[in-house]
C-alpha cells in the first residue's frame, strides 16, 4: 500500500508540473519576444517617461524599498499600472499578454551607501513585446545570398574557366535541400558545382565551376549560377551571373623608318601573330601612307591595288597556332613633309567568330629634300720667303 501510495504522489506531480509548463505565458517561446532594458528616474537627469514602438512606460512613484509604480500605456490609451519589485523573477504580462515587464535593479534605500539621500531614486526595467506573425515567420524562413567571381576577365581558348562560387546563409536556421546548377552560356561544363547543399546557420558553401571553350565560340559569354530552395512560405530562386570574354586571337606589330629623302626608300615591316591554340583565317590590309607609293616588288606586286588613289597591300592566309607572319616592303614618296603611317587592319576568323583588329601604334615619317653640294677645286698657293740676313754688332764694354 504505501508502494502504491507513494506511485500516485509522484502522477500526481507530474500531471501538475506539465500543467504548469502549459500554462506559463513566459515559457512559450522565448524566440516570439523582442527585449530591450530601459532606464525610469523621477528628475530631470533621469527618463521618467519611455516609448517603445507603440508603447509608453511611466514611472509614478519609488518606495524606497525596492518598488517602483509603472503606468503602460499603448497609443495614448492607459493599459493599466503595475507595481514591480526589485530583481523579481516573475513577469508582469499587459496588454492581453502581448507585452511583459521586470524589474531589474530598483533603487532600496536600505542597500545603499552613506549619504544615500544624494542618489536619485531609478529603475532598469526590462520591456519585451511579443514579435508579429510575419516577424516569427520570417526568422523561420531560409535567407541565402550568391556570389560568382571568374578568375580572369579575358580568356585564351586553351584556358579553362575557373568561376569561384559561394552559397552564404544569411538567416538564422538552417538550410536544407539547397539546390545549384549552372547555365554555361555554351561552355562545356566540367565541373558544375553540388547540386543538393546543406549550410548551416552563419555559414557557407564555397566551390569551384570550371568550363571550357567548344570548337564554336562567341566573343562573350554570361555564366550564370542559379539556386533554389524551398522554407514554410514556398519556393524561392537567386540568380547570379558573371561575364566573361574571348582574347582577341592576333598581335600586329608593325615598323617604320622615321626619315627619309626624297625619292629613297622608306622600309616597312609587319608582323601578325596568332595568340590562339587554334587557327585562324586572316585577310590583311596594310593601306601605304598619303603621296607615298610601294616600290615594285615581284613578289608584292600582284598585292597592291588602288584605293582613294591610295596604294595598300593585301594578302589572305591561315596562321597555325602560334604561328607568326612577318612581310616586309619598301615606299618612296616625292613630297616633302611628315606623313602619318596608317594602322594595319587584319580581318580574323576564329572558329567562326569574326574579329576586326588593328596594329597598336601610328607612327610618322618625315621626308627631306635631298642636299646638293658643288664639287669644289682647292688649289694650294706656296710663297717662296727669302732668307734675311741680319747684321749682329757686339760692343765690348771694358772691365
Given at each position: ?333 616625292e613630297k616633302l613633309g611628315a606623313h602619318r603611317v596608317p594602322q594595319t587592319h587584319a580581318y580574323a576568323n576564329l572558329c567562326g567568330q569574326l574579329y576586326n583588329e588593328c596594329s597598336d601604334s601610328e607612327d610618322i615619317i618625315t621626308v627631306y629634300d635631298n642636299i646638293s653640294y658643288k664639287e669644289y677645286n682647292h688649289e694650294t698657293q706656296v710663297e717662296e720667303i727669302s732668307p734675311v740676313k741680319t747684321k749682329l754688332s757686339v760692343n765690348l764694354v771694358p772691365a
Amino acid at each position: 500500500m504505501k508502494r502504491k501510495g507513494n506511485f500516485y504522489t509522484i502522477a500526481v506531480f507530474l500531471i501538475v508540473f506539465y500543467m504548469l509548463i502549459g500554462i506559463m505565458p513566459a515559457a512559450a517561446n522565448e524566440d516570439e519576444w523582442s527585449s530591450l532594458t530601459v532606464t525610469l528616474g523621477t528628475e530631470n537627469s533621469i527618463v521618467s517617461i519611455v516609448s517603445v514602438d507603440e508603447y509608453t512606460i511611466e514611472a509614478l512613484k519609488f518606495d524606497g524599498y525596492g518598488m517602483v509604480w509603472l503606468r503602460v500605456s499603448k497609443n495614448g490609451l492607459t493599459l493599466g499600472d503595475t507595481v514591480l519589485e526589485n530583481n523579481s523573477s516573475s513577469w508582469c504580462y499587459m496588454d492581453n499578454n502581448n507585452i511583459r515587464l521586470k524589474a531589474c535593479n530598483v533603487t532600496n534605500m536600505e542597500n545603499l551607501p552613506m549619504f544615500s539621500n544624494l542618489c536619485s531614486p531609478e529603475a532598469e526595467v526590462v520591456f519585451e513585446a511579443k514579435k508579429s506573425a510575419d516577424e516569427t515567420s520570417t526568422e523561420d524562413n531560409v535567407s541565402l545570398a550568391l556570389d560568382l567571381e571568374a578568375d580572369k576577365d579575358e580568356y585564351l581558348l586553351s584556358d579553362e574557366v575557373i568561376v569561384d562560387t559561394e552559397i552564404r546563409n544569411i538567416g538564422n536556421i538552417k538550410a536544407d535541400k539547397v539546390k545549384f546548377n549552372v547555365d554555361p552560356d555554351g561552355l562545356l561544363v566540367q565541373d558544375g558545382g553540388p547540386e543538393n547543399i546543406t549550410i548551416d546557420k552563419g555559414s557557407k558553401k564555397s566551390f569551384e565551376l570550371r568550363l571550357r571553350f567548344p570548337e564554336r565560340i562567341k566573343d562573350n559569354y554570361s555564366i550564370t549560377g542559379n539556386v533554389s530552395w524551398e522554407d514554410n512560405s514556398g519556393k524561392h530562386f537567386l540568380s547570379k551571373v558573371v561575364d566573361i570574354s574571348v582574347s582577341e586571337p592576333l598581335k600586329i606589330y608593325k615598323y617604320t623608318g622615321s626619315e627619309v629623302f626624297i625619292g629613297t626608300p622608306a622600309y616597312v615591316t609587319v608582323s601578325v601573330k596568332n595568340v590562339q591554340d587554334r587557327p585562324v583565317n586572316i585577310s590583311l590590309i596594310d593601306p601605304v601612307p598619303a603621296t607615298f607609293t610601294m616600290i615594285n616588288n615581284s613578289e608584292l606586286a600582284s598585292s597592291v591595288l588602288g584605293l582613294d588613289n591610295l596604294s595598300y597591300l593585301s594578302q589572305d592566309f591561315v596562321l597555325a597556332p602560334e604561328e607568326m607572319k612577318t612581310i616586309s616592303y619598301s615606299i618612296k614618296s616625292e613630297k616633302l613633309g611628315a606623313h602619318r603611317v596608317p594602322q594595319t587592319h587584319a580581318y580574323a576568323n576564329l572558329c567562326g567568330q569574326l574579329y576586326n583588329e588593328c596594329s597598336d601604334s601610328e607612327d610618322i615619317i618625315t621626308v627631306y629634300d635631298n642636299i646638293s653640294y658643288k664639287e669644289y677645286n682647292h688649289e694650294t698657293q706656296v710663297e717662296e720667303i727669302s732668307p734675311v740676313k741680319t747684321k749682329l754688332s757686339v760692343n765690348l764694354v771694358p772691365a
